[in-house]
T-cell receptor, first 114, second 112 residues
């Protein structure tokens, strides 16, 4: 069964500092990988996705993520964090095929200090 | 705007009652998912439909049921409600199962 681990429950960074949120997945084949962001009281918004090809993917709001098969990781990065990036971030794994759902990690709450 | 519409946005009801949450997926999306989000349980997958058929089941209670209609909209029925059912319920849709899902704004259910 597929699973996702986000080891950091909370992360605090200063505005302007770089950010890396960790995500490790478990899946038998090449997965589809996603990062979502959720602001308080809102739905989840897709930041970026990896299906195949280039292992470094660019997303919206200046985020990027790198797929590393050897480490079963898909970490999210941003070179300079803005106060508006404070939110909860979810990593998810999925794949096409019968009955495949998206499996989400437990989320990382990002706090940005001004 | 993700293109996924959920109604109602807020719902307050009493214990023991039954409610129906409605979801209209993005145009062209055949797959619909339902998730429950609460403070203590996080984001929990409930059930998935693809083109009207149930495709995957998660941590969905027997008191809960769902269906996807021929026009692809979906409904989640919650019955014999308990205080612990209070949560945000999200619907998401995707073109194919397992690909990127687009989430609605959720229905906040409060059971009193």
């Amino acid at each position: 069964a597929q699973s996702v681990t986000q080891p950091d429950i909370h992360i605090t960074v200063s505005e302007g500092a770089s950010l890396e949120l960790r995500c490790n997945y478990s899946y038998g084949a090449t997965p589809y990988l996603f990062w979502y962001v959720q602001s308080p009281g809102q739905g989840l918004q897709l930041l970026l996705k990896y299906f195949s090809g280039d292992t470094l993917v660019q997303g919206i709001k200046g985020f990027e993520a790198e797929f590393k098969r050897s480490q079963s990781s898909f970490n999210l990065r941003k070179p300079s964090v803005h106060w508006s990036d404070a939110a909860e971030y979810f990593c998810a794994v999925g794949a096409t095929g019968g009955g495949n759902k998206l499996t989400f990690g437990t989320g990382t709450q990002l706090k940005v200090e001004l | 705007d993700s293109g996924v519409t959920q109604t109602p946005k807020h719902l307050i009801t009493a214990t023991g009652q039954r409610v129906t949450l409605r979801c209209s997926p993005r145009s062209g999306d055949l797959s619909v998912y339902w998730y429950q989000q609460s403070l203590d349980q996080g984001l929990q997958f409930l059930i998935q439909y693809y083109n009207g058929e149930e495709r995957a089941k998660g941590n969905i209670l027997e008191r809960f049921s769902a269906q996807q209609f021929p026009d692809l909209h979906s409904e989640l029925n919650l019955s014999s409600l308990e205080l612990g059912d209070s949560a945000l319920y999200f619907c998401a849709s995707s073109p194919l199962p397992g690909t990127e899902a687009f989430f609605g704004q959720g229905t906040r259910l409060t059971v009193v």
